[in-house]
Nanobody, 125 residues
Framework: QVQLVESGGGLVQAGGSLRLSCAAS????????MGWFRQAPGKEREFVAT????????YYADSVKGRFTISRDNAKNTVYLQMNSLKPEDTAVYCC??????????????????WGQGTQVTVSS
């Protein structure tokens, strides 16, 4: 069984930065792509970013491109989301997820099979 635990959320002013972490259990972490999604109150869950098994390929939602950076450390079974220039519309619960495969461009919810509980990010104006 795979467990994903996010951390690093919090309250930040607009223009500020946060770094989210997602620690994964299991020895197969490095075999799979990973992703970040978010869900704001009253809205559907949406894709944020994904990274391939090696970290060599990444893909972002247009809304965060140029501001957010996804990375991973396979030795630590951890994936990160560096969020800069935060905006109030970035406020949401952020969840990490493990993809069903190892490649890139996994941007749909159905392409993931394990999910974390999420961490709250609140950006004040």
């Amino acid at each position: 069984q795979v467990q994903l635990v996010e951390s690093g959320g919090g309250l930040v002013q607009a223009g500020g930065s946060l770094r989210l972490s997602c620690a994964a259990s299991g020895r197969t972490f490095s075999s799979y792509a990973m992703g970040w999604f978010r869900q704001a109150p009253g809205k559907e869950r949406e894709f944020v970013a994904t990274i391939s098994w090696s970290g060599g390929s990444t893909y972002y939602a247009d809304s965060v491109k140029g501001r957010f950076t996804i990375s991973r450390d396979n030795a630590k079974n951890t994936v990160y989301l560096q969020m800069n220039s935060l905006k109030p519309e970035d406020t949401a619960v952020y969840c990490c997820a493990r993809a069903k495969g190892s490649g890139s461009y996994y941007h749909q919810i159905y392409q993931y099979d394990y999910w974390g509980q999420g961490t709250q990010v609140t950006v004040s104006s």
